[in-house]
Structure formats: C-alpha cells, structure tokens
C-alpha cells in the first residue's frame, strides 16, 4: 500500500452502542460489529472508524476516558476487539480508532491524583488557575453548557473543561503528557490499528495566559477563540515525526472552526502532521438568529450557501491538502432529514443524490452508520426522549434557568440538530428492536425501523445501499474521482448544484436537484458521452426531476 491509500478509501464510521448487541444486555458490542463486517465489506468501504471503545463512565457516551488502554466492558474484552481486528484485516477492512486526547474522564487515573494537591506526580497533567477575585478564572463557556471551569476545594484551584465537568483538558503545554499520548497511540498501533480519528485536536493548544473571550460569550464563540491556538503545528508535528510518520496509519482530525487555509496547515502535503480533517462550516450553517441559542435551530438549508462552503473546501485544498467528506456523524443529525426531504415520497431519492453529491467530490467520503439505508432524524416530541448530555443540558439552560426560550421553541431546535438524532439503534430488519437487541436497547430504535431497515433495503435493487455500492465502485475504479480537480458551476443557482471534475483528458458533470420540483438545466450534458449513475431508472437528458442526481462523463 502506497502510504497515500487514505485518498483512494471511503470510511464508513461506526457507533458501536447503536450497532449491534451481541450478548443481548441492549447495548451494541465488539463481538456485534464482528458479525456484521461483511455487510460492511460488501457495501465497499475500505476502512471503519469506531466512535471510542476504551473504559469509561460514559458521561459522554465515551468521550470521557478512564483508561485508555482497556476495553469497556459494555462492548466486551480485549480478546473481542482483537478479533474484530483480525476478522476486520481479513476482510481488507482497516480499523481507525477515536482517540480523545484533548481531555480524559475526571475519572483517570491521573486526574484523581492530580485534582489532590498542587504537588503530586500528576499536579501538572490538567490546566489548573487559582481564583480570580474569588471567581472562575476567565469567562470561558463550556460546550454542554456552564462555565468552562470548575473548583476543586482539597486543591483550592479551578480546572479547565472545554466540554462535560466530567472531561478535564489535558495539559499539552507539558512535554510529560504529550509523552504519555504518543505511547496510547503506539500501543495501538502495535497491536496492528490502522490509524485515528482524533477528536477536538485544534483545541489542545489553548491561547498564551488563557484571556477572556471578547463578546459575545456562548459555548460556540468559546470554542472558536480556543481553536488553532499558537502551538498546535508543533504539537502536531512532534505526534507525527516520534509515532505517526513510524506507521502507515490514516489519520483525520476532527477541527471546529478551522477555515481552509488551516486545513493546509496541518494537512498539506509536505505538512507531515495529519492527513485530513472534519471541518465544521457546511454542518454549521443557518444558525439561529439569536445568537444565544448557538447551534439550535430549525432554520432551513439555504443551497447557495452550502454550495458555497463545499466549493470552498474543495478548490481550497485541491493540490494543496485533502478533504474528508461528510454529511452526518454521530454529532450530526441525520442527512437526509437535514439536506434532504425524508418524506416517504422523497426520502430514498434524496439520500441517493445526496450520496452522489458528496462521493463525487474529491476527498475521503465517510459513510456514517445508516446513512446508507437512508435512516432519517427521531422526530422526537419530548425532552424524554432525548439522552445526550449536550441535548439535555441546554434545555435546561435555555428554558429552565435563562429562560431565553419557551419549551415547545426548544423541542423544535432539538429535533431538528440533536446529536441524539444520530444514536438510535441501526435498523437491521423488521423484527423486535430493528434486530439490533433481543431486548430493550439502551436508547429506543426510530420508530420506521418497520419499514426502513437493511433486510428491505438489501433486496430492493433500487435501495439507497446500492447506489452507495455503486459511488463507492466508481470511486475505485476511476481516478477522475479519486484525483480529479474541481470545478463549481452556476454557484448562485438555488435548485441545482452542479460541479465539474476534470482530470487528464476526462471530465465529469455532477448534477443534483435539491429540490422537489422539476427543473431544466442545460449544461450541454446531451453532448456527454456516457451517464455514468444517476438516482432514476431514465435519464431525461436536460430535464431533472425531484432530488435527480446524476452523473455524466464528457465526450471529447
Ligand atoms: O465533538 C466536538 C464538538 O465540537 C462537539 O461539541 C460537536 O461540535 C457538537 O456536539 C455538535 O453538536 C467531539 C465528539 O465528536 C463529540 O461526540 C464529543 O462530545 C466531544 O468532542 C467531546 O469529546
Ligand atoms: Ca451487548
């Protein structure tokens, strides 16, 4: 393998409580994902990220980290994960683990020395402040809500937590604790893992002296001010000349806020830091207009705007560093309720042309589970039915104690962007719990699972999984979208978005409807040689029926 084989792979991402349950205690498992490698091999996809595996209290759903080095026993043994190893490297699969070192669990061994005293071994492993006039240190928000800083009375000082009380940032400033990361990583990797995914690694340099944010004050300016602070190249670099570079590893950062020109930073091609990164801006469009409320809202996608951000990236970084491509994770709600329109009428279509809208672009596309049997949002009613500490926590915050929204406002936004959304059992088939328990899982299946589940999908020639099938074989079998440059075309038209790739002597014209309206657009496609996929059984030339997508070579 060329150590350039994370551009030619698609990854399909993994949550491994809402996978499959293997020993029925309703929480998906190791032993689970084993049994279901070969589906995911014959959807095509080269590599899988699992969402973190590692012991933990769970206040996070495992981004909360006791020991990194041991399985958590709701997903079995270490014996299961080098199973799933093994099978996985049987299969060709390659196995990306979530490395969460921008905080651990404050249940770490290391945080409960170092939260005892100023003194001890580990004292210098958090980002601890004394008192400021008797307050928090600065006015950093934290991204569940709160302050950023919480007292520790036997220590007399704050910690820091860009996140949960329960996720204290490490100290990257201190050579120890980068010391104690690269060994996590080679112990990984000397068992044979393929690479990481590395959560929030733009925040763990944190700006000189740890100023106040200047206004206005939410979890989300908090959380850009601290981004790319004035270290992380080096921090970065140093992970990558004394682990990385020693491995042939994927590696993908996970960015909030960072721009292109970032990305650059620390993917391009003679950066030798990571190979890509999750960027955020396409995800984070059409915020609410209160700026308070941050990301809740119900405001729709506006196209141009999304355009926009995606050309951005694309021309960006062509020739210069590498995209990942994404629609959804298990942060994000689901795509197809988002971008798409996940009516009965119109839920297959879109997904498909929103999966031809994204695997036609060039980077490394990122499957998210469920995506590709076009599983849509819960359309959830009640804050009980919501789990994740993020969702809950700001419901409290903004109808509870600042009042800034009413009830009925806020189940609105957290219908519509919860990462909740996300996390309901994958659907199997139309059996007791989606086929994913043979008892009440941790978190309730989406109640479509009747009707949208993989043993309908897989024996409908026309599902959604098969058109991923077949974008993830053309991404294989040709380096036009694989390598080919990117071309925006009519970037103000609001109904269609159409891009050209170009490369040697091929071009491809992309076209997708994001609407459920019929249009014409004449992009001279009637003169392209060959339709290489589309989302229709036809092809009506200039004509594009609701969500149409599809996909053309040009004749020279
Ligand atoms: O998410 C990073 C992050 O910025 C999240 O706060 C995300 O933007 C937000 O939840 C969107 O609603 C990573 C992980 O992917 C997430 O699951 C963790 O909760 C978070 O870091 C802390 O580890
Ligand atoms: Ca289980």
Known sequence: MTKQWFKDSVVYQIYPMSFQDSNNDGIGDLAGITQRLQYIHNLGADVIWLNPIYVSPNKDNGYDIADYRNINP?????????????????????????????????????????????????????????????????????????????????RKQYYLHMFAEGQPDLNWENLEVR??????ERFWLDKGVDGFRMDVI?????????????????????????????????????????????????????????????????????????????????????????????????EPINLVELKAS????????????????????????????????????????????????????????????????????????????????????????FVDEQKIVDSATMLKYLANMSRDNARTPMQWNNQQNAGFSNVTPWYAPNKNYTAINAENVLSDNDSVYYHYQKLIQLRHDSEIVR??????????????????????????????????????????????????????LDDQGTILRPYESKVYLLTK
């Open 483 to 536: 390598y080919g440059t990117f071309e925006a075309i009519d970037s103000e038209d609001n109904q269609v978005y159409a891009y050209l790739r170009h490369y040697k002597e091929q071009s491809v014209l992309v076209l997708s409807n994001f609407t459920d309206k019929v249009v014409t657009r004449d992009y001279g496609q009637t003169k392209f040689s060959e339709l290489l996929i589309n989302n229709y």
């Open 74 to 154: 709701n997903y079995g043994t270490m014996q299961d994960f080098e199973d799933l190893l093994q099978q996985a490297h049987r299969l060709d699969l390659k196995i990306m683990m979530d490395l969460v070192v921008n905080h651990t669990s404050d249940q770490h061994v290391w945080f409960k020395e170092s939260r005892k005293n100023q003194t001890n071994e580990y004292a210098n492993y958090y980002i601890w402040r004394d008192p400021v006039d008797g307050h928090e240190p600065n006015n950093w928000l934290a991204a569940f809500g709160g302050s950023a800083w919480t007292y520790v009375p036997e």
């Open 310 to 397: 995606l050309n951005r990236w694309q021309i960006g970084l062509d020739g210069k560093g590498w995209n990942s491509l994404y629609w959804n994770n298990h942060d994000q709600p689901r795509a197809v309720s988002r971008f798409g329109n996940d009516q009965p009428e119109f839920r297959v279509l879109s997904a498909k042309m929103l999966a031809t809208t994204l695997h036609m672009m060039q980077g490394t596309p990122y499957v998210y589970q469920g995506e590709e049997l076009g599983m849509t949002n819960g359309h959830f009613e009640s804050l009980e039915q919501y789990e994740d500490i993020e969702s809950v926590n700001f419901y409290h915050e």
């Open 202 to 298: 733009n925040l763990i340099s944190k700006p000189e002296g740890l100023p106040d944010v200047t206004e206005p004050v939410t979890a989300g300016t908090t959380m850009d001010f601290v981004a790319d602070g004035h270290r992380l190249n080096e921090f970065l670099r140093q992970m990558n000349d004394e682990v990385l570079s020693k491995y042939d590893t994927i590696t993908v950062g996970e960015m909030p806020s960072s721009t292109p020109e970032d990305a650059i930073k620390y993917t391009g091609l003679d950066s030798h830091e990571l190979n890509m990164v999750f960027q955020f801006e396409h995800v984070s469009l059409s915020p609410n207009p209160d700026v308070r409320l941050g990301k809740w809202n119900d």
């Open 179 to 184: 010391e104690a990361v690269f060994d996590i």
